[in-house]
C-alpha cells in the first residue's frame, strides 16, 4: 500500500532504526518511545488490523509472534520481563492502519494499563 506508512518502512524507502528482519517480519524501534524499550513488529504484508490476520499467509502469525521473544532476547529484557500489546482499532488506540505489535520493556508496568 502506497500511502501506508509502516509498509515504506518496511519497504526501506523510510528509514527506521531496525533491529530485526526477516522475510515476513520487521521489528524497528518506535520514534515516541511509552517506555525505555518501545519496539515495534509488523508483518511486510499490509494488513490493517489483527482483523485482517486470517487473510494472511498460514505462516505469518507464527512469524511475527516468535519474533517477538527473539527481539526481547536481543534488547536483553527477557529476564526482567516485557509487554506485548496489540492496538486492535480506533477506540483502542491503532493509530497506523497497518498491523503491529508493540514490545515495552525496561521499566514496570501497571495494571490495568489505561
Same mark, same amino acid.
Given at each position: 500500500?502506497?500511502?501506508?506508512?509502516?509498509? &515504506?518502512?518496511?519497504?526501506?524507502? %523510510?528509514?527506521?532504526?531496525?533491529? $530485526? #528482519?526477516?522475510?515476513?517480519?520487521?521489528?524497528?524501534?518506535?520514534?515516541?518511545? /511509552?517506555?525505555p524499550?518501545?519496539?515495534?513488529v509488523?508483518?511486510? /504484508?499490509?494488513?490493517? &488490523?489483527? =482483523? #485482517?490476520?486470517? &487473510?494472511?499467509?498460514?505462516?505469518?502469525?507464527? &512469524?511475527?509472534?516468535t519474533?517477538?521473544? #527473539? %527481539?526481547?532476547?536481543?534488547?536483553?529484557?527477557?529476564? =526482567?520481563? $516485557?509487554?506485548?500489546?496489540v =492496538? =486492535?482499532?480506533?477506540?483502542?488506540? /491503532?493509530?497506523? #492502519?497497518?498491523?503491529?505489535?508493540?514490545?515495552?520493556?525496561?521499566?514496570?508496568?501497571?495494571?490495568?494499563?489505561?
Amino acid at each position: 500500500m502506497s500511502d501506508c506508512l509502516f509498509c &515504506s518502512i518496511a519497504a526501506g524507502d %523510510i528509514e527506521a532504526d531496525v533491529v $530485526y #528482519e526477516d522475510d515476513k517480519v520487521i521489528g524497528f524501534r518506535d520514534i515516541n518511545p /511509552q517506555a525505555p524499550v518501545h519496539i515495534l513488529v509488523i508483518p511486510r /504484508q499490509h494488513l490493517a &488490523s489483527l =482483523n #485482517e490476520l486470517e &487473510s494472511a499467509a498460514d505462516d505469518l502469525p507464527a &512469524s511475527l509472534f516468535t519474533a517477538v521473544p #527473539e %527481539i526481547a532476547r536481543e534488547a536483553g529484557v527477557v529476564e =526482567n520481563g $516485557y509487554r506485548v500489546v496489540v =492496538n =486492535n482499532g480506533d477506540d483502542a488506540g /491503532q493509530e497506523v #492502519e497497518h498491523l503491529h505489535v508493540h514490545i515495552l520493556a525496561g521499566r514496570g508496568m501497571g495494571w490495568p494499563p489505561g
